[in-house]
């Protein structure tokens, strides 16, 4: 017993002794990865500090000034630093939320030689799910050498206008920043901008709202940076040009193309900044160097006894405003009045493009991504079953499996095999069915897509939309040719009244977009069976082969002529010529054909109304009904739907040009590389040609609505040029002080594109119209036949500055929601 006993103790003591050297041994481990990990969670939120791991470190700065926005593109700059006696092989992966709070990554190539630095430029489209970005960098073994942390640096309470400034002196324009604009809806951000890291690309300009340049050299920046800004402009931007002292600096580059005439030489003035009815208006009064601008087909926002301080017109889908005076010279005026600045941006902007800030940022993020599901959700027709051979099987099948196969062997007197013949009955008919709808099975990953090709003499900018599916509920990656921005295209989750889930840098990413030497990977992970996922690809390259449609267009008192030829080496169907507000359809063009377009009627078209438009190139409105089975009737819905997408996404507002589109079926999927997916969508072919409005006499014919027309009375949408209901609505059109007008027409839409099931609640604006009296303050009737005025019948009518005051008196007895389309005044006149 003694003897058990003793060797219990010395059982029990050396078992105390490995327990204390495991606890010993273990205490040192825990607090070495409790400091591990408090490292790695100080390195998390170190946002200002370059993380540094051994030889190679990297930093990263992004937008301007370390500010970027949600939903826009924003340059990435990362910068590796390789200490180590070897070249680093790596990658550098991005990655953001989106609105529907997923996450997606972007991934790009990292090489550094041995002892040296590199600095290198990603554009990132930021998502709009959350306000922080994460960059981290990876070793050729995929191991992660840090991460860095990205805060947008952005207001959550109000959403803020990004104003980016090219000034020499920017601490002059501080009088922009923190001004509450549109009854403080939105908040301006001023964003100083310099020279040496001013973007060469309209993705780098794109987390901009407004771009201000004055006191400032223009021709100091490349051709390639101020081509950026004019595209930058033509796809949405705002551009400000400031003038007075150095006009020739900030306006010369861009004079040929916005000026009807010479600017004036540079003069000290005394001008007032408030308009005589506000108050405090000799506080107003300013002595500053001034500039008078004729500027083509302006609008004046700000006027001193008719001197214009401040104009701007419209530039495809933006705007270029030019102001008399050098912002910089009324810095002090500013900031004492940050009213000034209120409506300054308010009466340029205006309502529509105000209120799509606002909405963006409140969540109404969805827009893009139902106008692109429509364009691209539909799909190859021959993989549709037929349903008529479909219902006469089963129709067959019943009848034998029934009455038939009984009649058959009662015939026969062996009705004790009928249970053995229907079963073989339903599996011949099972085993039929099944290959009858092989064609219609999907096996493998496959997409729809639209894609616009932009053509122009020097570049081809391909845009194609497109949805990727799998039929299998597993990960899967498509690849494409390198070169392509991918920008996923999502729908806000605050629709669903989702909570905003927490984004870390371990967050599981939906969509890895890897941006490869030879390819374009594109991962999903976690993918449902037949989840849409889509996004837009874009790439931009030289026009080496002079393709395009090119051609010369006059366009004059309602007539246009001209040519225009394709140069593809394809025909090209379903072509058209759109100007502002009128269509020409011309059909089909073989490679190389010239046609005259005074062989072609000219169509009013509705403006704004794009479905309209596109119906009645396509061929879509000689469909009574929807015909899923006609393979012609889903190419024209396929086809009006893309149009339509373009013009309400390019072509918005007035413009000078003409645009030729064109539609081929068999080009395309010029983004897919040496793998093969089974795809399915269209193409169309756009080139723009410069409109001459002017005739042999000198005379020039012009939209009497080119500038904005100012509602008087009652609603009216600029962009439609409609109003609503009966209420009578009364307009002021400016027609332009450099024209002496001679005659005024009013075109109403044609008649063949009316009366169509297309057009839902919209009519045809019916009624009188009154033009006020000069002369006698009063509104007269006009005769409800009479669409032409001349010049001499206009004289009571036309003001000095050539404003006409129309009142529109509706006779319709029409619901208070129908839109009624009101005429388009057209102008001829001589240029003063």
Same mark, same amino acid.
């Given at each position: 017993?003694?003897?058990?006993?003793?060797?219990?103790?010395?059982?029990?003591?050396?078992?105390?002794?490995?327990?204390?050297?495991?606890?010993?041994?273990?205490?040192?481990?825990?607090?070495?990865?409790?400091?591990?990990?408090?490292?790695?969670?100080?390195?998390?939120?170190?946002?200002?500090?370059?993380?540094?791991?051994?030889?190679?470190?990297?930093?990263?700065?992004?937008?301007?000034?370390?500010?970027?926005?949600?939903?826009?593109?924003?340059?990435?700059?990362?910068?590796?630093?390789?200490?180590?006696?070897?070249?680093?092989?790596?990658?550098?992966?991005?990655?953001?939320?989106?609105?529907?709070?997923?996450?997606?990554?972007?991934?790009?190539?990292?090489?550094?030689?041995?002892?040296?630095?590199?600095?290198?430029?990603?554009?990132?489209?930021?998502?709009?799910?959350?306000?922080?970005?994460?960059?981290?960098?990876?070793?050729?073994?995929?191991?992660?050498?840090?991460?860095?942390?990205?805060?947008?640096?952005?207001?959550?309470?109000?959403?803020?206008?990004?104003?980016?400034?090219?000034?020499?002196?920017?601490?002059?324009?501080?009088?922009?920043?923190?001004?509450?604009?549109?009854?403080?809806?939105?908040?301006?951000?001023?964003? $100083?901008?310099?020279?040496? =890291?001013?973007?060469?690309?309209?993705? +780098?300009? &794109?987390? @901009?709202?407004? %771009?201000?340049?004055?006191?400032?050299?223009?021709?100091?920046?490349?051709?390639?940076?101020?081509?950026?800004?004019?595209?930058?402009?033509?796809?949405?931007?705002?551009?400000?040009?400031?003038?007075?002292?150095?006009?020739?600096?900030?306006?010369?580059?861009?004079?040929?193309?916005?000026?009807?005439?010479?600017?004036?030489?540079?003069?000290?003035?005394?001008?007032?900044?408030?308009?005589?009815?506000?108050?405090?208006?000799?506080?107003?009064?300013?002595?500053?160097?001034?500039?008078?601008?004729?500027?083509?087909?302006?609008?004046?926002?700000?006027?001193?006894?008719?001197?214009?301080?401040?104009?701007?017109?419209?530039?495809?889908?933006?705007?270029?405003?030019?102001?008399?005076?050098?912002?910089?010279?009324?810095?002090?005026?500013?900031?004492?009045? $940050?009213?000034?600045?209120? =409506?300054?941006?308010?009466?340029?902007? +205006?309502? &529509?493009? @105000?209120?799509? %800030?606002?909405?963006?940022?409140?969540?109404?993020?969805?827009?893009?991504?139902?106008?692109?599901?429509?364009?691209?959700?539909?799909?190859?027709?021959?993989?549709?079953?037929?349903?008529?051979?479909?219902?006469?099987?089963?129709?067959?099948?019943?009848?034998?499996?029934?009455?038939?196969?009984?009649?058959?062997?009662?015939?026969?007197?062996?009705?004790?095999?009928?249970?053995?013949?229907?079963?073989?009955?339903?599996?011949?008919?099972?085993?039929?069915?099944?290959?009858?709808?092989?064609?219609?099975?999907?096996?493998?990953?496959?997409?729809?897509?639209?894609?616009?090709?932009?053509?122009?003499?020097?570049?081809?900018?391909?845009?194609?939309?497109?949805?990727?599916?799998?039929?299998?509920?597993?990960?899967?990656?498509?690849?494409?040719?390198?070169?392509?921005?991918?920008?996923?295209?999502?729908?806000?989750?605050?629709?669903?009244?989702?909570?905003?889930?927490?984004?870390?840098?371990?967050?599981?990413?939906?969509?890895?977009?890897?941006?490869?030497?030879?390819?374009?990977?594109?991962?999903?992970?976690?993918?449902?069976?037949?989840?849409?996922?889509?996004?837009?690809?874009?790439?931009?390259?030289?026009?080496?082969?002079?393709?395009?449609?090119?051609?010369?267009?006059?366009?004059?008192?309602?007539?246009?002529?001209?040519?225009?030829?394709?140069?593809?080496?394809?025909?090209?169907?379903?072509?058209?010529?759109?100007?502002?507000?009128?269509?020409?359809?011309?059909?089909?063009?073989?490679?190389?054909?010239?046609?005259?377009?005074?062989?072609?009627?000219?169509?009013?078209?509705?403006?704004?109304?794009?479905?309209?438009?596109?119906?009645?190139?396509?061929?879509?409105?000689?469909?009574?009904?929807?015909?899923?089975?006609?393979?012609?009737?889903?190419?024209?819905?396929?086809?009006?739907?893309?149009?339509?997408?373009?013009?309400?996404?390019?072509?918005?507002?007035?413009?000078?040009?003409?645009?030729?589109?064109?539609?081929?079926?068999?080009?395309?999927?010029?983004?897919?590389?040496?793998?093969?997916?089974?795809?399915?969508?269209?193409?169309?072919?756009?080139?723009?040609?410069?409109?001459?409005?002017?005739?042999?006499?000198?005379?020039?014919?012009?939209?009497?609505?080119?500038?904005?027309?100012?509602?008087?009375?009652?609603?009216?949408?600029?962009?439609?040029?409609?109003?609503?209901?009966?209420?009578?609505?009364?307009?002021?059109?400016?027609?332009?002080?450099?024209?002496?007008?001679?005659?005024?027409?009013?075109?109403?839409?044609?008649?063949?594109?009316?009366?169509?099931?297309?057009?839902?609640?919209?009519?045809?604006?019916?009624?009188?119209?009154?033009?006020?009296?000069?002369?006698?303050?009063?509104?007269?009737?006009?005769?409800?036949?009479?669409?032409?005025?001349?010049?001499?019948?206009?004289?009571?009518?036309?003001?000095?500055?050539?404003?006409?005051?129309?009142?529109?008196?509706?006779?319709?007895?029409?619901?208070?929601?129908?839109?009624?389309?009101?005429?388009?005044?057209?102008?001829?006149?001589?240029?003063?």
């Amino acid at each position: 017993m003694k003897m058990m006993m003793s060797r219990f103790r010395n059982n029990l003591k050396k078992a105390g002794f490995i327990l204390a050297a495991v606890i010993f041994a273990a205490v040192p481990a825990t607090a070495l990865a409790d400091q591990e990990k408090t490292s790695e969670s100080v390195y998390m939120i170190a946002e200002e500090a370059s993380p540094i791991y051994g030889p190679v470190s990297f930093d990263v700065t992004y937008g301007v000034n370390d500010t970027g926005k949600g939903g826009r593109y924003v340059p990435v700059n990362v910068i590796i630093d390789n200490t180590q006696e070897q070249p680093f092989q790596g990658t550098v992966t991005v990655t953001t939320m989106e609105a529907d709070y997923q996450v997606y990554s972007y991934e790009y190539p990292a090489a550094v030689n041995a002892k040296e630095k590199l600095s290198t430029q990603y554009m990132i489209p930021f998502g709009n799910g959350s306000d922080q970005v994460f960059v981290s960098l990876y070793d050729g073994q995929n191991k992660q050498i840090g991460t860095k942390r990205l805060k947008m640096n952005v207001s959550k309470e109000v959403p803020e206008l990004f104003i980016g400034a090219l000034c020499d002196t920017p601490e002059a324009l501080q009088y922009l920043d923190g001004v509450g604009v549109n009854y403080s809806a939105l908040k301006t951000k001023l964003l $100083p901008m310099e020279t040496e =890291s001013f973007p060469n690309t309209t993705k +780098g300009l &794109d987390m @901009l709202d407004v %771009l201000i340049v004055t006191n400032y050299r223009l021709r100091d920046l490349t051709e390639q940076q101020t081509k950026a800004i004019m595209d930058w402009v033509r796809d949405g931007g705002v551009l400000i040009m400031g003038t007075g002292e150095r006009v020739e600096d900030t306006l010369g580059r861009f004079a040929p193309e916005l000026l009807d005439d010479n600017y004036g030489a540079p003069q000290m003035m005394e001008v007032q900044m408030k308009e005589d009815s506000e108050e405090n208006v000799a506080d107003s009064i300013l002595n500053i160097t001034c500039v008078e601008i004729p500027m083509h087909g302006s609008s004046i926002l700000m006027a001193d006894e008719g001197f214009p301080l401040f104009q701007s017109a419209p530039k495809e889908k933006g705007i270029i405003a030019v102001a008399a005076f050098d912002f910089t010279d009324i810095s002090s005026y500013g900031e004492e009045e $940050p009213s000034f600045v209120d =409506s300054l941006f308010t009466n340029l902007l +205006g309502e &529509d493009r @105000l209120l799509q %800030l606002t909405d963006y940022f409140y969540g109404g993020s969805s827009q893009e991504f139902w106008s692109v599901q429509e364009v691209i959700n539909s799909g190859n027709v021959s993989r549709l079953p037929k349903v008529s051979v479909y219902l006469m099987i089963i129709i067959l099948y019943i009848f034998l499996a029934g009455p038939g196969l009984y009649w058959f062997l009662r015939k026969r007197e062996k009705r004790q095999y009928y249970w053995g013949g229907v079963i073989l009955l339903v599996l011949n008919f099972t085993a039929l069915i099944y290959v009858m709808g092989i064609g219609t099975r999907f096996r493998r990953t496959f997409l729809t897509y639209a894609t616009i090709m932009d053509v122009s003499e020097d570049t081809i900018v391909d845009n194609s939309y497109m949805n990727v599916r799998n039929p299998y509920s597993r990960p899967y990656e498509v690849e494409f040719v390198p070169d392509y921005s991918v920008r996923p295209i999502t729908r806000s989750a605050r629709y669903d009244y989702m909570s905003i889930p927490q984004f870390t840098e371990h967050a599981t990413e939906k969509m890895r977009i890897q941006n490869q030497p030879d390819k374009l990977k594109i991962s999903f992970q976690d993918a449902v069976a037949f989840e849409p996922h889509y996004f837009q690809l874009r790439k931009s390259y030289e026009n080496t082969e002079s393709a395009g449609i090119t051609g010369e267009i006059q366009y004059f008192d309602g007539k246009v002529t001209g040519t225009i030829t394709n140069q593809f080496n394809f025909r090209l169907e379903d072509v058209a010529v759109l100007l502002f507000g009128h269509l020409i359809v011309v059909g089909e063009l073989d490679a190389g054909e010239s046609i005259q377009l005074s062989d072609y009627p000219v169509y009013n078209t509705p403006l704004g109304n794009s479905h309209i438009t596109a119906a009645a190139d396509t061929g879509l409105t000689e469909y009574e009904k929807a015909d899923i089975q006609n393979k012609d009737y889903l190419k024209s819905v396929e086809r009006t739907n893309l149009l339509a997408f373009y013009m309400d996404n390019s072509l918005e507002g007035y413009r000078r040009e003409a645009r030729v589109i064109g539609f081929n079926q068999d080009t395309g999927r010029q983004f897919i590389g040496e793998k093969e997916y089974e795809a399915y969508g269209l193409t169309m072919f756009t080139s723009a040609i410069e409109v001459y409005n002017d005739n042999m006499d000198g005379d020039v014919y012009r939209s009497g609505i080119m500038k904005k027309p100012v509602a008087l009375k009652g609603s009216y949408d600029s962009t439609r040029n409609s109003t609503y209901g009966t209420d009578s609505v009364t307009l002021e059109y400016s027609l332009g002080n450099d024209l002496e007008v001679e005659e005024i027409t009013f075109q109403q839409v044609s008649p063949e594109l009316w009366g169509s099931e297309l057009l839902g609640a919209v009519r045809l604006f019916q009624g009188a119209m009154y033009f006020y009296n000069y002369n006698t303050g009063s509104y007269d009737k006009m005769d409800q036949d009479k669409v032409s005025f001349t010049v001499d019948e206009l004289k009571p009518y036309l003001s000095p500055g050539n404003t006409l005051n129309v009142k529109y008196i509706c006779a319709q007895a029409i619901e208070s929601n129908w839109e009624l389309v009101l005429p388009m005044p057209m102008v001829t006149g001589r240029e003063k």
